[in-house]
């Protein structure tokens, strides 16, 4: 069957750096997502990867290795807003999307 | 980023009653639509994918007769929650695709609660 692992939790400290991985198993790859959730709100998106390596935004970065089914999304600055859960998503080879089941990131002052 | 409505955000209805969810992609075509539910601190569990103009296909263990999906045109897809029961309370987030490798624009959520 297909899987996608993540962490469950993770507490980090205002203005450090955290690295979220996700390792993943499905039937084909066609891209992998980052999304944020804030507790009662819909997911917001962050990043895709289709091609290995490491995908800059801001205070925001991603990599990937395809070869190894492994992503991290990598957050630095820390800041209390940060504070939601980090979902992981990938399209498997139907364009279907599959779903982590998140990491809740803590960030304590 | 794209932007995709759902209406209601919040909504309260008797039990045995109906419920219909919209969603809205405001400003592109939506090729596929997705809907999906969530549970207190658990991800997001699919319930269905539709495509314009055809019926939609749900994930093993949805009640196709008791969640409707109509996706009627490009813009609008509505999930009815027939009958609701306080089994049915949940979060259902609705999704849309502008193509098949395209991120996910998610709509703002429907708190259901059936009392």
């Known amino acids: 069957g297909q899987n996608i692992d993540q962490p469950t939790e993770m507490t980090a400290t205002e203005g450090a750096i955290v690295q979220i991985n996700c390792t993943y198993r499905t039937s084909g790859f066609n891209g992998l997502f980052w999304y944020q959730q804030h507790a009662g709100e819909a997911p917001t998106f962050l990043s895709y990867n289709v091609l290995d390596g490491l995908e800059e935004k801001g205070r925001f970065s991603s990599f990937l290795s395809r070869s190894k089914g492994y992503s991290y999304l990598l957050l630095k600055e820390l800041q209390m807003k940060d504070s939601a859960s980090y979902l992981c998503a990938v399209v498997d080879s139907n364009y279907q999307l599959i779903w982590g089941a998140g990491t809740k990131l803590i960030i304590k002052p | 980023g794209a932007v995709v409505s759902q209406h209601p955000s919040r909504v309260i209805c008797k039990s045995g009653t109906s419920v219909k969810i919209e969603c809205r992609s405001l400003?592109?075509?939506?090729?596929?639509m997705f809907w999906y539910r969530q549970f207190p601190k658990k991800s997001l569990m699919l319930m269905a994918t539709s495509n314009e103009g055809s019926k939609a296909t749900y994930e093993q263990g949805v009640e196709k007769d008791k969640f409707l999906i109509n996706h009627a045109s490009l813009t609008l897809s509505t999930l009815t929650v027939t009958s609701a029961h306080p089994e049915d309370s949940s979060f259902y987030i609705c999704?849309?695709?502008?193509?098949?490798?395209?991120?996910?624009?998610f709509g703002q959520g429907t708190r259901l609660t059936v009392v």
């Open positions: 999704s849309a695709r502008q193509g098949e490798i395209t991120e996910a624009f």
């Open positions: 400003d592109f075509q939506a090729t596929t």
